[in-house]
């Protein structure tokens, strides 16, 4: 490991302990924040793989039903149906914080009222059984895919963090302290070398005399 | 804040997906979702929804938004079946966090 280009002096030791003492607590700090992160991190990615797989399964199906509903009918008749939906959706995102990384916490609250009859709101005319049973999968399947955002949107931030985390450390640990320890290694056998040196020469001069 | 939901996609599969209040918006070109996807983040959405057919075609728009914490870019399979993309991105942020694919 290269040392960096310093002077042998008393002051430069001084300065770079100094930054070694830092660049060992920075480091240790990062340290522990990257351990967290990742902790949160495997746990979260988990739920993400698992939800995922659960919401697309769910989704094919609902949506391939829908298609299959289509294809029975008109599709200006679809239209009309849908046109008017028969509740709303409101989002509100809310920052987290996890070790400083700012992840967005979703509430959602639909109107639910009707949760207790069926949600469909059309009528017989025009529209078959199919239909039913897709609009009623998709909103059976909403629940999940709102969680699924949250989670997935929140892993990717986190992966982010913990990739430049982990550069950080890993610049601390292999780079900077590495060579911080070896110039102040190299300083201090300097400053002894010359301190001999000086012992040396004035024991000479005494023999002389 | 409130924010609204929007949906992308082609029409066949995202239309259900009006009936759950969520804003829906079709798209069949890559430059047309493009432009959608930049137009809603603009406008306050957020989640977007993606079919994974679009999002594969715009990979950069989606990494656009990744790193930001609001709109949610989400990738759902459409009516044909799923392309696994929306996993192998889940894989793909497993990979770069940990290192190696532990799932």
Do not use: W
């Amino acid at each position: 490991m290269a040392k960096l280009n310093v002077n042998p002096t008393r002051m430069e030791l001084a300065n770079l302990k100094d930054r070694l003492s830092l660049a060992s607590r920075g480091h240790k700090l990062l340290k522990d924040k990257q351990d967290e992160l990742m902790r949160q991190f495997i746990e979260l990615i988990k739920k993400n793989n698992k939800l995922r797989t659960v919401v697309e399964e769910k989704l094919i199906s609902a949506m391939q039903s829908f298609v299959m509903a289509k294809s029975l009918l008109n599709e200006k008749y679809i239209e009309e149906l849908v046109a008017v939906p028969p509740r709303t959706v409101n989002l509100s995102v809310y920052e987290k914080n996890i070790m400083s990384v700012n992840v967005p916490v979703m509430n959602f609250d639909y109107s639910e009222d009707d949760s207790h009859t069926s949600d469909i709101s059309y009528g017989y005319l025009n529209s078959n059984s199919e239909l039913d049973v897709s609009i009623e999968e998709m909103s059976a399947v909403m629940k999940e895919l709102l969680e699924l955002s949250e989670i997935e949107k929140t892993c990717q931030l986190l992966a982010d963090e913990i990739e430049s985390t982990r550069r950080r450390v890993n610049a601390l640990e292999y780079r900077t302290i590495p060579q911080l320890e070896e110039t102040i290694y190299f300083i201090q056998m300097k400053l002894d070398e010359s301190e001999r040196a000086g012992i040396t020469r004035l024991m000479k001069v005494k023999d002389m005399g | 804040m409130a924010h609204k939901i929007g949906v992308v996609g082609d029409k066949d599969s995202i239309l259900p997906f009006k009936m759950l209040g969520f804003d829906v918006f079709y798209a069949s070109e890559a430059k047309e979702a493009r432009k959608m996807v930049d137009h809603l983040a603009k406008n306050e959405y957020g989640i977007i929804y993606l079919t994974e057919t679009l999002g594969e075609k715009i990979p950069d728009t989606i990494r656009r938004y990744d790193s930001k914490i609001q709109p949610a870019v989400i990738l759902i399979p459409n009516h044909t079946g799923s392309l696994n993309i929306g996993k192998k991105r889940i894989q793909d942020n497993v990979e770069k966090a940990v290192g190696q694919n532990i799932l």
